[in-house]
């Protein structure tokens, strides 16, 4: 009995053991808490600062950034600079404006991408003045376009001796940038437009990145729409039910697989003959509505009264 308690108590005592602290109060205090957008995952911080910092010994020479995002219904693309205070936008363009150009359907695919960015470049340039100089490539064959003068490389077709062409850096956010990737449909719209963007054909449609070969045809057909014709052509002919569902709009609009490229090349002519915006509308609210005023306390109670003696009066009329 005597062995058996000392057991006991040995393994009674034996259930402390260490544990080491791996956060301490030291840790804690020193916790620096990252950036807002930084937590929030909607900015790169690493990437933003390589594509903003500037050489000391060019003043208020800033970098500036073809910013490319999408949401939901809409292709967004903007020509930014960074100030201490805050990014400055030089010139935007979504894919809403389209419809001005005669495109109202697919305001988010790889040939929606191409026709905002190009729209984008064009007002840039025509707002600087380039807009003659720099026509960009009027022949889209998805040919990757680059000129060498001295030792630096622009990729443009041709540099005029007086003024060089506007240089922007690609931003791609958070978005993977994946072998063909919308981004880079808003890229070579951009590059096309006479805008100098440093890339290469390494992540547009076509590359294989196995044989290391580019195929531009296959490029020029992503930037006309060939792929949503076939997908169409495809659906129509395998579930027409769901290509009704899927394909609404297209439909309504009138526009047909056969006819999107036309449709395409029609937009591109539209946008270099007047890539400018749109005249602003005044907005005025609508004050018809008027939000119901608060009842007060013996308001509410006369309320609640008058619904109780209604039912009331209800159930009596039931009994009798």
Same mark, same amino acid.
């Given at each position: 009995l005597h062995l058996r308690l000392q057991f006991i108590d040995y393994y009674s005592n034996s259930t402390m053991v260490f544990i080491k602290v791996q956060k301490s109060k030291a840790y804690f205090s020193r916790y620096q808490v990252k950036f807002r957008r930084r937590r929030e995952g909607r900015t790169d911080y690493r990437q933003r600062k390589?594509?903003?910092?500037?050489?000391?010994?060019?003043?208020?020479?800033?970098?500036?950034?073809?910013?490319?995002?999408?949401?939901?219904?809409?292709?967004?693309?903007?020509?930014?600079?960074?100030?201490?205070?805050?990014?400055?936008?030089?010139?935007?363009?979504?894919?809403?404006?389209?419809? %001005?150009?005669? +495109?109202? /359907? #697919?305001? =988010?695919?790889?040939?929606?991408?191409?026709?905002?960015?190009?729209?984008?470049?064009?007002?840039?340039l025509q707002k600087v003045g380039l807009d003659d100089v720099y026509e960009g490539n009027t022949e889209v064959d998805g040919e990757v376009v680059s000129t060498e003068v001295g030792k630096k490389t622009y990729y443009v077709d041709e540099v005029d001796e007086d003024r060089r062409p506007? %240089?922007?850096? +690609?931003? /791609? #956010?958070? =978005?993977?940038?994946?072998?063909?990737?919308?981004?880079?449909?808003?890229?070579?719209?951009?590059?096309?437009?006479?805008?100098?963007?440093?890339?290469?054909?390494?992540?547009?449609?076509?590359?294989?990145?196995?044989?290391?070969?580019?195929?531009?045809?296959?490029?020029?057909?992503r930037?006309?729409?060939?792929?949503?014709?076939?997908?169409?052509?495809?659906?129509?002919?395998?579930?027409?039910? =769901?290509?009704?569902?899927?394909?609404?709009?297209y439909i309504e609009k009138d526009v047909e697989m056969d006819g999107l490229e036309e449709l395409y090349e029609s937009v591109h002519e539209a946008i270099r003959e007047d890539p400018s915006p749109s005249e602003k509308k005044d907005f005025t609210p609508d004050k018809s509505f008027k939000r119901k005023a608060k009842l007060t306390h013996e308001q509410r109670k006369a309320r609640v009264q008058e619904k109780k003696d209604a039912k009331n009066a209800e159930l009596e009329e039931d009994d009798e």
């Amino acid at each position: 009995l005597h062995l058996r308690l000392q057991f006991i108590d040995y393994y009674s005592n034996s259930t402390m053991v260490f544990i080491k602290v791996q956060k301490s109060k030291a840790y804690f205090s020193r916790y620096q808490v990252k950036f807002r957008r930084r937590r929030e995952g909607r900015t790169d911080y690493r990437q933003r600062k390589r594509l903003c910092t500037q050489d000391k010994n060019k003043y208020q020479t800033p970098k500036y950034r073809l910013v490319v995002r999408f949401t939901n219904r809409q292709v967004i693309c903007q020509i930014a600079y960074a100030l201490i205070d805050g990014d400055r936008i030089l010139c935007q363009a979504n894919s809403k404006e389209l419809a %001005r150009y005669g +495109l109202e /359907v #697919g305001l =988010k695919n790889y040939a929606a991408a191409y026709c905002t960015g190009l729209l984008c470049a064009r007002r840039l340039l025509q707002k600087v003045g380039l807009d003659d100089v720099y026509e960009g490539n009027t022949e889209v064959d998805g040919e990757v376009v680059s000129t060498e003068v001295g030792k630096k490389t622009y990729y443009v077709d041709e540099v005029d001796e007086d003024r060089r062409p506007f %240089r922007a850096l +690609l931003d /791609v #956010g958070c =978005k993977t940038t994946s072998t063909g990737c919308r981004i880079f449909g808003a890229l070579k719209g951009a590059a096309d437009g006479g805008l100098d963007i440093p890339h290469s054909e390494k992540r547009f449609p076509g590359y294989d990145r196995d044989a290391k070969e580019y195929d531009a045809d296959m490029h020029r057909e992503r930037i006309f729409g060939g792929h949503v014709g076939e997908y169409m052509e495809y659906l129509e002919e395998e579930d027409n039910t =769901k290509f009704q569902e899927q394909f609404a709009t297209y439909i309504e609009k009138d526009v047909e697989m056969d006819g999107l490229e036309e449709l395409y090349e029609s937009v591109h002519e539209a946008i270099r003959e007047d890539p400018s915006p749109s005249e602003k509308k005044d907005f005025t609210p609508d004050k018809s509505f008027k939000r119901k005023a608060k009842l007060t306390h013996e308001q509410r109670k006369a309320r609640v009264q008058e619904k109780k003696d209604a039912k009331n009066a209800e159930l009596e009329e039931d009994d009798e």
